[in-house]
């Protein structure tokens, strides 16, 4: 993997330029959501709240991957790590959310094999090593993840392991909009839309849903300036009356994505409903493997069944991750919930609102 | 304690780290020394003040792009020492070694402990070697200690910043943390980035040889990074803290994968960079003193300490914004995608 730093973009006099645009633009009050986890920790960290005018509010949308799985699903990878003969491999954020009764952590330091990778393809080449061990790998994440796992089941099915298997928990970012809108509570005046998540679906992907409802859309990078960049756009969009689905992020983001990703997901993957923290079952919201991979799937490999789950007592997680609350709004916020002894998953993942008011802000 | 089993992220040098260290050893070892928590504990033997100081080293991978858990071991406590104002002078070294490891790589390791000894100007002056039976350790662990005396004049700790003091950063952040986290297994990016393990007790000759009396405090970032060390000072010392996003020196290639991994390199172990408080008046020669050490020639002012918000820190950042600084809670893991 080769890196390219993004110094380049971090461009602090382009960034006050912004602002001062902003500022000058923005007179409506106005509730702009931005809908990826990865955006609202760049926000907090560059302090973009502390620089925008006070008509612009912006909330969280449902974009932490970690923080929208449902409760039954994080109580069904606890049960899995306790199978015996089971490795379960997965990313690191979802090691500490608690389940009903356990989180991965405490399984792992009971003696479990719960082990952290970076890759689909780590947890594939721990198959590969032990063949005496049933690897289960936790496809937690949205259409950016989901190519990969993809490509990891294929590839085992070339190989004809039968020690690997995924469970897949994955969710897909157009539907859990639609979703949004049909909450009725939810009051959002325009959409800061995921930056990764684009560059696989594209910007097309969004067009039915744009159509449907002309709210300002409009796709953005990560860094500070991109972030300001979109909000401008939005601002401009709705002060002119003039909603539109724009690209601020155009060095990656192209009107039909990538194919090639999108054709092993289709391949792999077939769209089936998904529970969502806070907002319930939405159709088609997320992927299921398809019957001609059905051997690479854990559920049907380890017989799981999804238990009703409640999500823990006095958590507000989901009026967050639906922008109807704020984390200070939270009666456990700071006092019982903290990054040390997380209540919600929207305090354990470093992409969760909670833990991002935590950290970077006084609230 | 409110969990019945010991976590990983009770090593993490954070928050959890430090609940470990208030209610299970405190109470235990209840002492005005330890109860300081400097890097070291400073005492007073026939007259001379006197620092001493011990730490495990357990690093994954053992050898890493610019180090090895050697050489990391012999700095890591010359550091120590050297934050405490002392000069170092004698080590303890005490390797528990797993059955099987390779002699090869335990000559590497010893060879590397002795070329740091030497650089550093101290000597290893006692020891031990246990083995012990496959899988009961991870290849190998290295425990120091050593021993240093105070000069007359100086005098650092934890809770000696005040208002109006200066902040200055000895290099680049993250360095070491990167270049480990890069090398471990599962992770194959093809970085450049070296760990920055080097022992600074010459660098802290230099500086306290520039302003004496004006050096409050010293602290090597290691675990728990700059954000934790900041936090520490700010609570000891009853000052508020503001650092400056552009001034922090970060490698591109470090900035980049903390990126990607979602790691904030404010949290990430630093091995050979240290951090001085200084009366503003003295910040230029404490300054020049560091720039001219080899290893400290991106140093820079990074921020100031004053009377508002005692005990918090933070950022002005780049973009004009200004956030919190917190200090770590567990470990650092890499999210998804
Ligand atoms: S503060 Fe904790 S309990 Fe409250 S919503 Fe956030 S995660 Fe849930």
């Known amino acids: ?363 | 304690m409110k969990t019945d089993k010991i976590l990983l992220d009770h090593g993490s040098g954070g928050k959890i780290s430090h609940r470990l260290t208030q209610e299970l050893l405190l109470p235990v070892f209840d002492n005005p020394i330890l109860a300081e928590l400097n890097d070291g504990a400073i005492f007073e033997l026939n007259g001379r003040r006197v620092a001493f100081s011990t730490d495990s080293y357990t690093v994954d991978p053992i050898f890493f792009p610019g180090g090895d858990i050697g050489e990391l071991a012999v700095n890591g406590t010359v550091n120590d020492l050297a934050m405490c104002g002392a000069v170092p002078a004698y080590l303890s070294a005490a390797l528990i070694i797993e059955e099987g490891f390779p002699t090869e790589q335990l000559q590497a390791i010893v060879a590397s402990m002795g070329r740091a000894a030497e650089f550093a100007g101290v000597q290893v002056v006692t020891g031990d070697t246990k083995v012990v039976p496959r899988g009961a350790v991870d290849k190998i662990f290295i425990n120091t200690s050593g021993l240093g005396v105070i000069p007359a004049a100086v005098e650092v700790a934890c809770h000696r910043a005040q208002p109006g003091d200066v902040i200055i950063l000895s290099g680049t952040l993250a360095d070491h943390g990167v270049s480990v986290l890069a090398r471990r297994e599962g992770l194959s990016f093809d970085t450049t980035v070296q760990s920055d393990t080097a022992p600074l007790n010459h660098m802290v000759r230099a500086m306290f040889a520039a302003a004496g009396g004006g050096i409050h405090v010293l602290r090597d970032p290691t675990r728990g990074g700059l954000g934790t060390a900041l936090n520490e000072i700010a609570e000891k010392s009853g000052v508020g803290i503001r650092i400056h996003e552009e001034r922090i020196p970060v490698k591109p290639e470090v900035a980049a994968l903390c990126e990607l991994l979602g790691f904030d390199p404010l949290y990430l172990a630093n091995e050979g960079k240290l951090i001085a408080f200084t009366a503003p008046e003295d910040a230029e020669a404490v300054l020049r003193a560091v720039r001219s050490d080899p290893r400290g020639r991106d140093a820079a002012v990074i921020g100031e300490c004053s009377a508002d918000r005692p005990g918090r820190v933070y950022m002005q950042t780049r973009i004009g914004g200004t956030r919190i600084v917190d200090m770590l809670a567990g470990e650092q893991l890499p999210r998804i995608c």
């Open chain 1, 1 to 363: 993997m080769t890196i390219k730093h993004s110094e380049e973009y971090r461009d602090a006099e382009l960034s006050r330029r912004l602002v001062e645009k902003i500022r000058q633009t923005s007179r409506r009050p106005i509730r702009l959501m931005e809908v990826c986890g990865t955006h609202t920790v760049s926000i907090f960290r560059s302090g973009i709240r502390s620089v925008l005018p006070q008509t612009i509010a912006l909330l969280s949308g449902p974009g932490c991957p970690v923080c929208v799985t449902d409760q039954a699903e994080i109580d069904a990878f606890v049960a899995l790590a306790r199978q015996p003969g089971v490795t379960v491999a997965t990313f690191g954020d979802l090691m500490r959310v608690p389940g009903s009764a356990s989180s991965l952590q405490r399984e792992k330091a009971e003696g479990r094999d719960v082990r952290i990778v970076y890759s689909t393809v780590d947890a594939l080449a721990i198959a590969q090593k032990d063949p005496g061990r049933q690897v289960v790998f936790l496809g937690v994440g949205f259409e950016t993840t989901a190519p990969t796992v993809a490509a990891a089941v294929a590839a085992a099915a070339g190989l004809k392991l039968a020690n690997f298997s995924v469970i897949s928990a994955h969710k897909l970012v157009p539907p859990a909009l639609e979703a949004l809108m049909a909450i009725e509570a939810v009051r959002v005046d325009g959409f800061i839309l995921p930056g990764h998540v684009s560059v696989i679906i594209g910007l097309d992907a969004y067009r039915p849903f744009f159509e449907r409802h002309r709210l300002p859309c409009v796709v953005a990078g990560f860094e500070p300036t991109d972030i300001l960049q979109a909000v401008d756009m939005l601002v401009g969009q709705i002060e002119a009356d003039r909603p539109a689905l724009e690209n601020a992020y155009p060095r990656a983001v192209s009107a039909d994505g990538n194919a090639k990703a999108r054709k092993v997901l289709a391949e792999v993957f077939e769209p089936a409903d998904a529970c969502w923290r806070g907002i319930g079952r939405i159709p088609a919201s997320g992927l299921r493997i398809r019957a001609a991979y059905a051997a690479f799937d854990a559920e049907r490999r380890f017989g799981l069944t999804l238990p009703e789950a409640k999500p823990p007592k006095g958590c507000a997680c989901g009026e967050i991750l639906t922008g109807k609350k704020t984390p200070p709004e939270c009666a456990l916020f700071r006092k019982v919930c903290t990054p040390l002894d997380p209540v919600g998953p929207c305090m354990v993942s470093s992409e969760g609102t909670c833990a991002a008011y935590y950290k970077y802000s006084d609230a």
